[in-house]
T-cell receptor
Framework: KAGVTQTPRYLIKTRGQQVTLSCSPI?????VSWYQQTPGQGLQFLFE???????NKGNFPGRFSGRQFSNSRSEMNVSTLELGDSALYLC??????????????FGEGSRLTVL | AQSVAQPEDQVNVAEGNPLTVKCTYS??????LFWYVQYPNRGLQFLLK??????LVKGSYGFEAEFNKSQTSFHLKKPSALVSDSALYFC????????????FGKGNQVVVIP
């Protein structure tokens, strides 16, 4: 069974640009979450999607957005990039419904560097 | 609000010695607790979870964790550390808002010395 796939793995952008990251969850998983990981702030929750609906959103500015498609694949977009957006962006999928005890399965991440 | 704390920044241990990575939690209600490991430039790998039942949980790669309700702790343990166990370890708790969100600790860097 294929794991969570994130593309691209590495990318470099300049300030003011925008970026789109993609995540394909484990087959059959309908919940997709996104996390930002930085050395200073650790792992911070961005948002979660379930059946194409955003169920939860973390404390990030509106420049961060996402969506989920009918096949459960998800994208996140960051507009007007800032230097502080440099981070590892992790996608996770879950096969359980809301409020479950199921673990999250993470992808390898997309490392974004903003110059 | 649900949260976890990992009090140490780095844990150094000699190869073959027992390894312990500490985690304490703060939750209202019953906690759903997890441990993940991250190798350099990789994603997080699930190690084990505590939902209910036996306080000693066994997981992947020889790791186990002990849930202690009175001390609100969920420490990760391995009887004999390997050099390959050197990695970043995260404790996490499910945020009970009806969704699949985890709150993570800051992480502990484990260094196993040959």
């Amino acid at each position: 069974k294929a794991g969570v796939t994130q593309t691209p793995r590495y990318l470099i952008k300049t300030r003011g640009q925008q970026v789109t990251l993609s995540c394909s969850p484990i087959s059959g998983h309908r919940s997709v979450s996104w996390y930002q990981q930085t050395p200073g702030q650790g792992l911070q929750f961005l948002f979660e999607y379930f059946s194409e609906t955003q169920r939860n959103k973390g404390n990030f500015p509106g420049r961060f957005s996402g969506r989920q498609f009918s096949n459960s694949r998800s994208e996140m977009n960051v507009s007007t990039l800032e230097l502080g957006d440099s981070a590892l962006y992790l996608c996770a999928s879950s096969g359980r419904d809301r409020g479950s005890s199921g673990e999250l399965f993470f992808g390898e991440g997309s490392r974004l560097t903003v110059l | 609000a649900q949260s976890v704390a990992q009090p140490e920044d780095q844990v150094n241990v000699a190869e073959g010695n027992p390894l312990t990575v500490k985690c304490t939690y703060s939750v209202s209600g019953n906690p759903y607790l997890f441990w993940y490991v991250q190798y350099p430039n990789r994603g997080l790998q699930f190690l084990l979870k505590y939902i209910t039942g036996d306080n000693l949980v066994k997981g992947s790669y020889g790791f186990e964790a002990e849930f202690n309700k009175s001390q609100t702790s969920f420490h990760l343990k391995k009887p004999s550390a390997l050099v390959s166990d050197s990695a970043l370890y995260f404790c996490a708790v499910r945020v009970l808002d009806g969704n699949n969100r985890l709150a993570f600790g800051k992480g502990n860097q484990v260094v196993v010395i040959p």
